[in-house]
């Protein structure tokens, strides 16, 4: 069931050239994509290494240091968060410090998060609030449109397969993807999102001109567009849940998203440009 907050702006078009009609598969991002569960996470993951970096001895302020690590934890958004600890490591060496194991930075962000989060996850199991208010609006309604249209869908999100699944299955998601569900694993290596595009491509049989995807992160975005889909930004504003968020929507541009939308209640305009 749709919301009540008000109409989108338009649907923007960045690539005028891109295919009408014929798509048989769509891959979605999870976090800030559909999911607004873990949308307080830069607030937990950037002061976090800040504070590694001013106990590793760092001489720069706390300002700066702050907008050093936004920078790099953002540009890594979309891949698992392990390499964003693995850049954390990078940075404590570079400053004469020791580092721990990238997997220690990461089980200390977790434990941070499912702080700050955990309660919006049992909230929703137990029924005290509604998915709707923690999705993108009408995430559902898409997705279902999506189904009935004929399309595939597969998600692939750089959070812990875990977490993943436990979420989607907490906001009512789950039965959309089915076995295409992706996430992050202990041994790194052996996923990403490139990863996962090539799967559809080539053993899904799925031609890139046939496959959509949409994504809140520069690296989905990306991915996308190296094999020859079609690329929808997300720029959603993850706490007013309306209007077009002009720092993510800067960076969707830049990673060469063909579309940018703020939310999916503008989905029959987007439809009709698409030919689906």
């Known amino acids: 069931m749709s919301d009540s907050l008000p109409s989108q702006a338009p649907v923007e078009i960045l690539r005028e050239e891109i295919p009408r009609g014929g798509?048989?598969?769509?891959?979605?991002?999870?976090?800030?994509?559909?999911?607004?569960?873990?949308?307080?996470?830069?607030?937990?993951?950037?002061?976090?290494?800040?504070?590694?970096?001013?106990?590793?001895?760092?001489?720069e302020s706390r300002e700066d240091l702050e907008r050093h690590v936004e920078e790099y934890v953002m540009q890594l958004n979309g891949k698992q968060t392990i390499y964003q600890m693995m850049r954390l490591a990078e940075e404590v060496t570079q400053r004469g410090g020791t580092p721990r194991n990238p997997i220690d930075y990461k089980r200390q962000y977790h434990d941070l998060l499912l702080q700050d989060m955990g309660h919006r996850v049992r909230q929703l199991r137990a029924g005290e609030i509604s998915p709707e208010n923690l999705t993108v609006p009408d995430s559902h309604a898409l997705l279902?449109?999506?189904?009935?249209?004929?399309?595939?869908?597969?998600?692939?999100?750089?959070?812990?397969?875990?977490?993943?699944?436990?979420?989607?299955?907490?906001l009512g998601l789950d039965h959309f993807f089915g076995k295409h569900i992706y996430g992050a694993l202990d041994n790194y290596q052996d996923f990403s999102k490139a990863q996962i595009i090539r799967k559809i491509v080539e053993e899904y049989r799925i031609p890139p001109a046939q496959l959509l995807g949409f994504g809140d992160g520069f690296v989905e975005i990306e991915e996308i567009r190296r094999v020859g889909g079609v690329a929808i930004g997300v720029a959603s504003e993850e706490f007013a849940r309306t209007g077009i968020n002009d720092w993510k929507r800067q960076r969707l541009i830049r990673a060469g998203a063909d579309i940018i939308i703020g939310d999916y209640r503008q989905r029959d305009q987007l439809f009709t440009l698409l030919g689906i």
Do not use: H
């Open 23 to 59: 798509y048989r598969a769509v891959l979605f991002d999870f976090d800030g994509t559909l999911s607004l569960i873990r949308r307080s996470w830069p607030q937990v993951m950037i002061p976090m290494m800040v504070d590694v970096l001013l106990e590793a001895g760092s001489e």
């Open 144 to 170: 279902e449109e999506l189904m009935d249209k004929g399309m595939q869908l597969y998600l692939a999100s750089g959070t812990d397969l875990v977490y993943v699944r436990d979420e989607l299955a907490a």
